[in-house]
T-cell receptor, first 114, second 113 residues
Framework: DGGITQSPKYLFRKEGQNVTLSCEQN?????MYWYRQDPGQGLRLIYY???????QKGDIAEGYSVSREKKESFPLTVTSAQKNPTAFYLC?????????????FGPGTRLLVL | AQSVTQPDIHITVSEGASLELRCNYS??????LFWYVQSPGQGLQLLLK??????LVQGIKGFEAEFKRSQSSFNLRKPSVHWSDAAEYFC???????????FGTGTRLLVSP
């Protein structure tokens, strides 16, 4: 089945620790996105990538980093510089060759701070 | 600046009754508009999208939305709500190219028996 997978479903971070959230898609989509969701705030864009080996900061990139070494993978690292990381993180992808294509979302990872 | 307003934080509808969720947007160019639905602890599922053409858009699960440029609105409707429609609904606006989306804060739909 084609789709987007995110792992783990739950992730616990200790103070000062970096953690990495996985996002994989087998939809052959060029564009991939990371969003953060907090209660009552909707979704906010962290990073996005339109092609392999290229990515740009979104609206709230501070304290996060990404890589895009493969078309199907777009991991997000939450660094120790992110002082309030507790949130629900959503990955999305989109076929950038179709201007009317929508973004499709994975099931999300909930990050909690110990 | 781009923005999306969903004025209703919560809405309660009786099962079988009609539903309308409001969405107002601010966007400097021709907007691309989307409605997504999210069940608790899950990702977002696309309900429908509007890019151009007919201003009444049909989506999945019996939902439809109407684009009204003069009112900067893209309200979501369903003629008869089912208990399984209880979820959170997000309206989003974006443009061409990269399609950076701006999301509203969501409306939580509760369905009463």
């Amino acid at each position: 089945d084609g789709g987007i997978t995110q792992s783990p479903k739950y992730l616990f971070r200790k103070e000062g620790q970096n953690v990495t959230l996985s996002c994989e898609q087998n939809l052959n989509h060029d564009a991939m996105y990371w969003y953060r969701q907090d209660p009552g705030q909707g979704l906010r864009l962290i990073y996005y990538s339109q092609i392999v080996n290229d990515f740009q900061k979104g609206d709230i990139a501070e304290g996060y980093s990404v890589s895009r070494e493969k078309k199907e993978s777009f991991p997000l690292t939450v660094t120790s510089a992110q002082k309030n990381p507790t949130a629900f993180y959503l990955c999305a992808s989109r076929s950038s060759g179709d201007s009317m294509a929508a973004q499709y979302f994975g099931p999300g990872t909930r990050l909690l701070v110990l | 600046a781009q923005s999306v307003t969903q004025p209703d934080i919560h809405i309660t509808v009786s099962e079988g009754a009609s539903l309308e969720l409001r969405c107002n947007y601010s966007y400097g160019a021709t907007p691309y508009l989307f409605w997504y639905v999210q069940s608790p602890g899950q990702g977002l599922q696309l309900l429908l999208k509007y890019f151009s053409g007919d201003t009444l858009v049909q989506g999945i699960k019996g939902f439809e939305a109407e684009f009204k440029r003069s009112q900067s609105s893209f309200n979501l409707r369903k003629p008869s709500v089912h208990w399984s429609d209880a979820a959170e609904y997000f309206c989003a606006v974006g443009g061409t190219g990269f399609q950076k989306l701006v999301f509203g804060t969501g409306t939580r739909l509760l369905v009463s028996p």
